[in-house]
């Protein structure tokens, strides 16, 4: 995972603490969904790195074929 997903994840998990420590049932509603927005940012990057290795490595290949 790159330096930005492992920062998302990193937040995701301290906001997944901070709900849980929480005892007013508002303040772990907020934790939660800001939780869930930070996964949603993990989940994109990765995406977006999966498809950037793919994209490089059809590049690849097509500059290797014979002209």
């Known amino acids: 995972m790159t330096v930005a997903g492992d920062f998302y994840q990193a937040q995701a998990a301290e906001c997944a603490r901070a709900a849980a420590a929480s005892d007013l049932p508002m303040l772990r509603e907020k934790y939660t969904s800001a ?18 290795a793919k994209r490089l490595a059809a590049e690849a290949a097509r500059a290797s074929l014979p002209v």
């Open 35 to 52: 939780g869930a927005a930070w996964e949603a940012l993990a989940k994109r990057e990765a995406d977006i790195a999966e498809a950037r």
